[in-house]
């Protein structure tokens, strides 16, 4: 069955620190993918997405993700988090092959600050 | 802001009720979204509808319903409700059908307690 995991519901790492939040799809045809961020009591907010070209892919707030077919990954990083990162990060894809379809979530990851 | 409004914040009712959520989608956007989001099962995608017609379905229970209406303003109706429906719903919008070339924008969602 088509999946997304997301390894770790709770990453930790100090203030200035490098962020990487791991993700991992289960399809034999690539997915549309995607990183959501969730701050507490709001909606959700795209970070960045892959649908084709570059696999690298910049968003905001600095964070970027890789897309590698090989390993089927679309691990999330960025260099030097920052207190505000504090939030949940979700993983997204769509296994369709694009359309109209909704996205399939991740179980989420709640990304701490520590300063 | 993401432009995306929904009505109400909060929501407090008993089992065997039915409700309504209201939701305003981003000006210009045909497409909405609607997704669960709870502690048992994580973010899943309900429905869509573009442009007043249902385009795609997901996890969404027959005892749920939705329509977009001329104004393009959804509404989901939940019906028959039991404890396990408490959750905040997300709707989402979007310009046109395609995921792979529109952004999804969340609202705030609402909170459904049932009890």
């Known amino acids: 069955a088509q999946s997304v995991t997301q390894l770790g519901s709770h990453v930790s790492v100090s203030e200035g620190a490098l962020v990487l939040l791991r993700c991992n799809y289960s399809?034999?045809?690539?997915?549309?993918l995607f990183w959501y961020v969730q701050y507490p009591n709001q909606g959700l907010q795209l970070l960045l997405k892959?649908?084709?070209?570059?696999?690298l892919v910049k968003g905001i707030n600095g964070f970027e993700a890789e897309f590698k077919k090989s390993e089927t990954s679309f691990h999330l990083t960025k260099p030097s988090a920052h207190m505000s990162d504090a939030a949940e990060y979700f993983c997204?894809?769509?296994?369709?092959?694009?359309?109209?379809?909704?996205?399939?979530f991740g179980k989420g990851t709640h990304l701490i600050i520590q300063p | 802001d993401s432009g995306v409004t929904q009505t109400p914040k909060h929501l407090i009712t008993a089992t065997g009720q039915r409700v309504t959520l209201r939701c305003s989608p981003r000006?210009?956007?045909?497409?909405v979204y609607w997704y669960q989001q709870s502690l048992d099962q994580g973010l899943q995608f309900l429905i869509q509808?573009?442009?007043?017609?249902?385009?795609a379905k997901g996890n969404i229970l027959e005892r749920f319903s939705a329509q977009q209406f001329p104004d393009l303003h959804s509404e989901l109706n939940l019906s028959s409700l039991e404890l396990g429906d408490s959750a905040l719903y997300f709707c989402?919008?979007?310009?046109?059908?395609?995921?792979?070339?529109?952004?999804?924008?969340f609202g705030p969602g609402t909170r459904l307690t049932v009890l």
């Open positions: 989402a919008s979007s310009v046109g059908i395609g995921i792979t070339t529109d952004t999804q924008y």
């Open positions: 399809s034999s045809v690539p997915p549309y």
């Open positions: 892959y649908t084709t070209g570059a696999t």
């Open positions: 997204a894809v769509i296994f369709s092959g694009g359309g109209a379809d909704g996205l399939t």
């Open positions: 000006s210009g956007d045909l497409s």
């Open positions: 509808y573009y442009n007043g017609e249902e385009r």
